[in-house]
């Protein structure tokens, strides 16, 4: 694990498709209410929606 708050937790992991390629993977605690949810929920598309975004060693590709 590389981080967890209240919202949920990042993990580490290996992309299997290419070798060596790290990656993160962002899991989402469902139970936390509609609102905080739906909250965690927008942050985490708006992340994944930022294809155009420079990349650097210190960020993850979202899959």
Excluded: H, N, W
């Amino acid at each position: 694990m590389v981080g967890q708050g209240g919202m949920g937790a990042v993990y580490k992991a290996e992309d299997l498709r290419l070798k060596g390629r790290l990656c993160a993977i962002k899991e989402v605690v469902p139970d936390q209410g509609d609102d905080l949810f739906e909250q965690a929920s927008e942050q985490f598309y708006r992340e994944a929606s930022t294809p155009g975004q420079p990349r650097s060693s210190q960020s993850a590709q979202s899959l």
